[in-house]
């Protein structure tokens, strides 16, 4: 649905359902859905979605590099969302880095890395850590189109 339409015409979410988190934390905000025209239609609404998730880890990232005075070079994403192109696509043309998967879902398995380190199956952090698969490189298959200012160079990919 994301992809039948060329862009989110003006369509943006603000995902604070329970408050916004990272990295604004100003749980006292309620969710928007900005931008709403006679033009609109539902593939704008759930492009605008899917776009929201890649903003939000897009914030997070700038506010770590900014806060921790460093630059990431690449990012390692897992979870259940990386089954999604769209968002992926969208995420690596915002960060402009190298983008990298699981070969499975890390979640589960970190869970159990930490729960066997606290009792004291593992005895090391970064031995555990390695054991969570292999990174693939993720390639887009398309440039995604982002609204100017959006960019972290302040360009746009229209």
């Given amino acids: 649905m994301a992809l039948a339409v060329a862009d989110n015409n003006g ?6 359902f329970s408050g916004l988190g990272a990295p604004h934390w100003d749980m006292s905000r309620k969710a928007e859905l900005h931008g709403l025209t006679f033009d609109c239609n539902r593939n704008h609404i759930v492009r605008a979605l899917l776009e929201t ?9 700038a506010d770590m590099e900014v806060r921790g005075k460093m630059e990431l070079k690449s990012l390692s994403v897992n979870g259940g969302m990386t089954r999604n192109r769209f968002v992926l696509d ?10 990298y998967y699981g070969a499975m879902d890390a979640s ?3 869970a159990g890395l930490l729960a066997g380190l606290k009792a004291g199956i593992f ?17 887009p298959i398309r ?10 160079n302040g360009s746009d990919t229209s």
């Fill in 11 to 16: 369509v943006y979410l603000v995902p604070a």
């Fill in 123 to 139: 005895s090391g952090w970064m031995r555990s850590v390695g054991s969570l698969g292999i990174k693939l490189p993720f390639i």
């Fill in 53 to 61: 998730i890649a903003f939000q880890i897009n914030e997070v990232i």
């Fill in 90 to 99: 969208f995420l690596a043309t915002l960060q402009g880095k190298q983008l």
């Fill in 108 to 110: 589960a398995q970190g």
């Fill in 143 to 152: 440039r995604m189109c982002i609204p100017k200012g959006f960019l972290s």
